[in-house]
């Protein structure tokens, strides 16, 4: 970013020129003029002056000035949001930096509108027509007017084609960078783990008195403990549709139990049957006969996801060093 001084003999340029004569003459006006204002009965338009020239400029952009008006509007929610947060000198820290992050993110848009007109990238009345009507239908945060809306909105299909164009079109990802992403981390990837599952299933419905459920489960789960045949008493007792198959679950992974099951069968070990475990459903005698281990999802299941991970990543980086690299190149002075 490049911060170069005004000369104040001769060096600045034009524009500059222009809006300094501007305010020295308004500083004039609005500091010595007031008695020929009055005699001539002008003191309204000098109020006035003053009023329209106190949003002053607090950065300037290359041949661009960003005012206080500009910054306001920025500040209006997240204002609000910091003071039902904060108070004291932790609301002043916060206020102070909330403003200087919202100024350098107005300087970082201003940069890119400039560009934008330098490349001549343009958008069509119909196309921010057609933005306008998704922003209205979502309606969220402070309500802006319409110009103004439609000004952000405009601007802000710009910078989109803008950043298409200079920025997403030059993003690769190729076949090799997805197989060492995802070699790196499988671990995020795994299938959780699953078990080889029997049950015992007796149903309350709701509503209903469920202690003679719960007896008849203590008299099942006794009955287990003397030996008793586990596939025979499903048959028997077991109100769920696998007590035909003797109670049989098959593989069940872990996040597809309910939350006691799966919290009792963390204590057991293949071969354990647990007493009853009382759920919203009613209650369950449980036969742990396998654990199948946590594994990694195959890399064509995941293979998009990863893709969409590395571009975004590779998107962002190509972003900041273009950005970067248009700030070296401008003139950048803030003045708050």
Same mark, same amino acid.
């Given at each position: 970013m490049s911060h170069?001084?005004?000369? /104040?003999?001769?060096?600045?340029? =034009?524009? %500059?020129? &222009? !809006? =300094?004569?501007? $305010?020295l003459f308004i500083g004039w006006l609005?500091?010595?003029?007031?008695? %020929? /204002? @009055?005699?001539?009965?002008? /003191?309204? @338009?000098? =109020?006035?002056?003053?009023?329209? $020239?106190?949003?002053r400029i607090v950065a300037i952009v290359n041949k661009d000035i960003i005012t206080m008006s500009d910054l306001e509007p920025e500040l209006v929610d997240e204002r609000k949001r910091l003071r039902a947060k904060y108070s004291g000198e932790e609301l002043n820290r916060r206020l102070a930096q909330k403003v200087y992050d919202v100024l350098n993110g107005l300087i970082d848009r201003k940069l890119q509108l400039q560009e934008a007109e330098a490349k001549g990238i343009t958008v069509t009345d119909e196309e921010v027509k057609e933005a306008l009507q998704q922003v209205a239908m979502q309606k969220t945060g402070t309500p802006l007017a319409g110009s @103004? /809306?439609?000004? =952000?909105?405009?601007?802000?299909?710009?910078?989109?084609r803008l950043l298409a164009f200079q920025v997403r079109q030059s993003v690769m990802v190729t076949d090799s960078e997805i197989t060492q992403y995802y070699e790196e981390h499988k671990d995020a990837y795994l299938i959780s783990p699953a !078990?080889?599952?029997?049950?015992? $299933?007796? $149903?309350?419905?709701?509503?209903?008195?469920?202690a003679p459920k719960r007896s008849r489960a203590d008299m099942v789960y006794l009955a287990l403990r003397t030996n008793g045949n586990f596939a025979e008493l499903a048959q028997k007792n077991s109100d769920g549709p696998e007590a035909a198959e003797g109670g049989n679950l098959g593989e069940v992974r872990e996040d597809e139990l309910l939350p006691p099951l799966a919290e009792a069968i963390k204590t057991m070990k293949p071969?354990? &049957?647990?007493?009853?475990i009382k759920s919203s459903l009613g209650f369950h005698i449980i036969a742990l006969d396998e654990v199948i281990p946590p594994r990694p999802r195959d890399l064509t299941e995941v293979e998009n996801q990863i893709k969409s991970i590395l571009y975004k990543k590779r998107t962002e980086e190509n972003y900041h060093q273009w950005l970067r690299e248009l700030k070296k190149k401008a003139f950048i002075e803030i003045k708050l």
């Open positions: 170069r001084k005004f000369n /104040l003999v001769g060096g600045l340029p =034009q524009w %500059a020129k &222009i !809006y =300094q004569t501007t $305010f609005i500091t010595t003029a007031p008695i %020929a /204002l @009055v005699t001539s009965g002008l /003191l309204d @338009v000098r =109020q006035a002056w003053a009023e329209e $020239f106190s949003d @103004v /809306l439609k000004k =952000q909105v405009r601007e802000q299909l710009l910078l989109e !078990y080889r599952l029997r049950q015992i $299933f007796f $149903f309350v419905r709701p509503g209903e008195n469920e071969g354990d &049957i647990s007493r009853p």
